[in-house]
T-cell receptor, first 114, second 116 residues
Framework: DAGVTQSPTHLIKTRGQQVTLRCSPK?????VSWYQQALGQGPQFIFQ???????QRGNFPDRFSGHQFPNYSSELNVNALLLGDSALYLC?????????????FGPGTRLTVT | AQTVTQSQPEMSVQEAETVTLSCTYD???????LFWYKQPPSRQMILVIR??????QNATENRFSVNFQKAAKSFSLKISDSQLGDTAMYFC?????????????FGSGTKLNVKP
């Protein structure tokens, strides 16, 4: 049973550039959430996708956008990168609108903005 | 506002001993779920234990147990017979039954070092 996978593992970008991170949910899951985890901090919710729609959003600017595909995989896009966007980006998947109140996390993508 | 507070940035424990990690939270909701996640250096966030707020009985998973005090909004994690593999960041989190959506709120984490 494949768990949540994310790509790439590491990424280095320059300030002002754009980046796309990818996530494939656990088999049987249809809901994907994205989190930003700054160094030494807990994950902060960015947004969640269900049925290819953004259902709710955390306190992140419009530079952060996403997409969910019919196969439930998802992308996180960040435009006009800032140094402060350097973080571990975690994807979590769950099942159904209520998600079973349990999320399975991927290993994350470490983004470094220079 | 929904918040989670972990007041212990770092803790140490000797192998085979018991350690308790603290967590308090704030929510106006009556129905919610509480979690402890473990994040080892590999970065993979792993669910340790889950507690439903409507259940009075404290959850237990092998060496891991919780002390859930709903009135005090406290949710501590006890690790018995600590093992070297328990060394990791531990995050307390909760989610509410709000608009059929399970946004998670995380604390800032406690770094646990298990010493041989």
């Amino acid at each position: 049973d494949a768990g949540v996978t994310q790509s790439p593992t590491h990424l280095i970008k320059t300030r002002g550039q754009q980046v796309t991170l990818r996530c494939s949910p656990k088999s049987g899951h249809d809901t994907v959430s994205w989190y930003q985890q700054a160094l030494g901090q807990g994950p902060q919710f960015i947004f969640q996708y269900y049925e290819e729609e953004e259902r709710q959003r955390g306190n992140f600017p419009d530079r952060f956008s996403g997409h969910q595909f019919p196969n439930y995989s998802s992308e996180l896009n960040v435009n006009a990168l800032l140094l402060g966007d350097s973080a571990l980006y975690l994807c979590a998947s769950s099942r159904g609108a209520l998600g079973g109140y349990e999320q399975y996390f991927g290993p994350g993508t470490r983004l470094t903005v220079t | 506002a929904q918040t989670v507070t972990q007041s212990q940035p770092e803790m140490s424990v000797q192998e085979a001993e018991t350690v308790t990690l603290s967590c308090t939270y704030d929510t106006s909701e009556n129905n919610y779920y509480l979690f402890w996640y473990k994040q080892p250096p590999s970065r993979q966030m792993i669910l340790v234990i889950r507690q439903e707020a409507y259940k009075q009985q404290n959850a237990t998973e092998n060496r891991f147990s919780v002390n859930f005090q709903k009135a005090a909004k406290s949710f501590s994690l006890k690790i018995s017979d600590s093992q070297l593999g328990d060394t990791a960041m531990y995050f307390c989190a909760f989610t509410t039954n709000l608009y059929n959506f399970n946004k998670f709120y995380f604390g800032s984490g406690t770094k646990l070092n298990v010493k041989p």
